[in-house]
């Protein structure tokens, strides 16, 4: 059985970093990309981040360009989230997801409903 689990979650100050892990487990496990998600609470579930391991391509929304870098090692089935100075309004709860295959015609996986597979979530509390 394949299981995402992430952490590094917490309670931090505006202006702060964290760095988020999530870790794919699983004898059966591939993935064409992993991404990231977040949920604050009363609000839809909205893109972060993905990276495509095929080509190390990222892609960020708009709200944390410049802010957030994703990385990770395929190999492993391990995936991070750098989070610098963040932000009351990043305060979420942080999904990693997983999609098996590739996308045709080729678009980034930026869509909840693109993804397979998903973590628990760990929360992210920025105080001001």
């Known amino acids: 059985q394949v299981q995402l689990v992430e952490s590094g979650g917490g309670l931090v100050q505006a202006g702060d970093s964290l760095r988020l892990s999530c870790a794919a487990s699983?004898?059966?496990?591939?993935?064409?990309?992993m991404g990231w998600f977040r949920q604050a609470p009363g609000k839809e579930r909205e893109f972060v981040a993905t990276?495509?391991?095929?080509?190390?391509?990222?892609y960020y929304a708009d709200s944390v360009k410049g802010r957030f870098t994703i990385s990770g090692d395929n190999a492993k089935n391990t995936v991070y989230l750098q989070m610098n100075s963040l932000k009351p309004e990043d305060t979420a709860v942080y999904y990693c997801?997983?999609?098996?295959?590739?996308?045709?015609?080729?678009?980034?996986?930026?869509?909840?409903?693109?993804?397979?597979?998903w973590g628990q979530g760990t929360q992210v509390t920025v105080s001001s």
């Open positions: 997801a997983s999609r098996r295959t590739y996308i045709f015609p080729f678009s980034a996986p930026r869509r909840p409903e693109d993804y397979d597979q």
């Open positions: 699983g004898r059966t496990f591939s993935s064409y990309a």
């Open positions: 990276i495509i391991w095929s080509s190390i391509i990222t």
